[in-house]
């Protein structure tokens, strides 16, 4: 079984950048579709970003597009996420996730077509 953990967040102003890291270990992850989530205070868990196998899409929620950026590094088994231009908005706790059952090409955005998640890193953006 794969493992994940993020690292990279942390309080940021207004308009900063950050990159977010997700490190696998137990098993490679370059066939599995891999993404990242969101949870704000008092509301559901949400999906930021999408990648596939090898990197050949990438897909974004609405409201992040042109500010993330997600790729991968299936040789080192990680995953980041760039994020420019924070708002407070994006305060948030960050989950990386792996989606191990799927094809090579699918993008799966739902919560309940990811298997494995990490603990999360907390990212918070003061205005």
């Known amino acids: 079984q794969v493992q994940l953990v993020e690292s990279g967040g942390g309080l940021v102003q207004a308009g900063g950048s950050l990159r977010l890291s997700c490190a696998a270990s137990g098993r490679t992850i370059s066939r599995y579709s891999m993404g990242w989530f969101r949870q704000a205070p008092g509301k559901e868990r949400e999906f930021v970003a999408g990648?596939?196998?090898?990197?050949?899409?990438?897909y974004y929620a609405e409201s992040v597009k042109g500010r993330f950026i997600i790729s991968r590094e299936n040789t080192k088994n990680m995953m980041y996420v760039q994020i420019d231009s924070l708002i407070p908005e994006d305060t948030a706790v960050y989950y990386c996730?792996?989606?191990?059952?799927?094809?090579?090409?699918?993008?799966?955005?739902?919560?309940?077509?990811?298997?494995?998640w990490g603990q999360g890193t907390q990212v918070t953006v003061s205005s």
């Open positions: 990648i596939t196998w090898y990197g050949e899409s990438t």
């Open positions: 996730a792996a989606s191990t059952g799927g094809s090579r090409y699918g993008r799966p955005r739902s919560t309940n077509e990811y298997d494995v």
